[in-house]
């Protein structure tokens, strides 16, 4: 009874991706093989066609998640979507990443060949001392935004704001952030591989610069920015063996949990992404360690976990559940 439950689990098999301003620590903390020294993300949850996961191992072992989302749809539950909704991602920021910002659903379907919208959030896994994220812009008009941008005047424009290991960030589509040197993130988001950039540092990928998109940058950032304290929380001293919520979205729900003593739940959602960010234990009987991520599908039942260890969960709002 047991061993089948626990073939059930969709372990995946992370995709890694080379950046220009990637590093190593996905190697070295996370224990992945990464293709250079220069690796940046590491999709661990992700059905895109930019970056779709293998299960590791059970009754699907090969096969990708977009597969298992075309011919095995009951272990995602009956939800009105019309592909898996959400993306998982480790980044590792050895550099800067560039200033940016994602499009909204509505924009991305429109001029992104019906691409969705991204709306993302951060959970800092780690942050070097006096760390701070690029999020939102000082423009009050248009005419600013882009007289600002036009002349380059980033320090002026970008506002940037101290954050530490822990602290959790909702991004919505519109917002200019980018994330910055020595920073490591769990990053939740819609599935969309939409970004505009604003602004590369000049620096050179393969010996050229980095395409820019300035005009649909512009058409899609908000002005004003919208409240910085709404989308920054602290969230590195929780209560434990609880589901503490960091976010709830249009697209997504947020939990950590970080496991002390032992929790034991019902999985009843459509399905819940599971990211192990720090420590060992068991689930269910079974091992699992930082650097896991694995999906719990439909209908799952009973979930013990013991040791000791923290875990992003996540999955879809009900209004998607039909
Ligand atoms: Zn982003």
Redesign the pocket.
């Known amino acids: 009874m047991m061993k089948q439950q626990n073939n059930s689990i969709l372990f995946l098999e992370p995709v890694m991706k080379q950046m220009v301003w990637g590093g190593s620590r996905l190697r070295d903390e996370f224990g992945y093989v990464i293709p250079g020294e220069d690796t940046g993300e590491c999709w661990a949850v992700s059905a895109h066609p930019n970056g779709d996961c293998k299960i590791r191992s059970g009754d699907f072992e090969g096969k990708t998640l977009s597969e298992l989302w075309d011919n095995e749809r009951a272990l995602f539950g009956s939800i009105a979507v019309d592909r898996f909704p959400l993306l998982a991602k480790i980044i590792d920021a050895k550099e800067d990443l560039s200033i940016?910002v994602?499009p909204d659903d509505q924009y991305a379907k429109a001029y992104e060949n019906g691409s969705l919208g991204?709306t993302?959030c951060w959970y800092i896994l780690d942050a070097p001392r006096d760390a701070k994220l690029v999020i939102g812009h000082s423009a009050r008009t248009k005419e600013e935004l882009a007289n600002r941008i036009a002349r380059e005047q980033w320090s002026e424009l970008l506002v940037k704001v101290p954050v530490r290991k822990g602290d959790f960030i909702q991004?919505d589509p519109g917002t200019v952030?980018a994330i910055t040197a020595g920073i490591m993130i769990l990053e939740i988001q819609q599935s969309s591989d939409i970004?505009y950039r604003l602004y590369d540092y000049g620096r050179l990928s393969g010996g050229i610069p980095r395409e820019l998109h300035i005009k649909k940058s512009m058409e899609v950032i908000q002005i004003p920015t919208t409240d910085l304290n709404q989308m920054v929380s602290h969230c590195d001293n929780l209560p434990k063996d609880t589901w503490n919520q960091l976010v709830v979205s249009d697209y997504y729900l947020v939990w950590k949990l970080e496991v002390e003593k032992g929790v034991c739940f019902q999985q009843n959602f459509p399905f819940l992404i599971m990211n192990v960010i720090e420590g060992d234990g068991l689930m269910n009987g079974q091992h699992i360690k930082k650097g896991d991520h694995f999906i719990l599908p439909n209908l799952f039942g009973e979930v013990q976990l013991q040791g000791k260890m923290s875990l992003i969960l996540s999955t879809i709002p009900q209004k998607y559940i039909v």
């Open positions: 940016q994602h991204k993302e991004i952030h970004t």
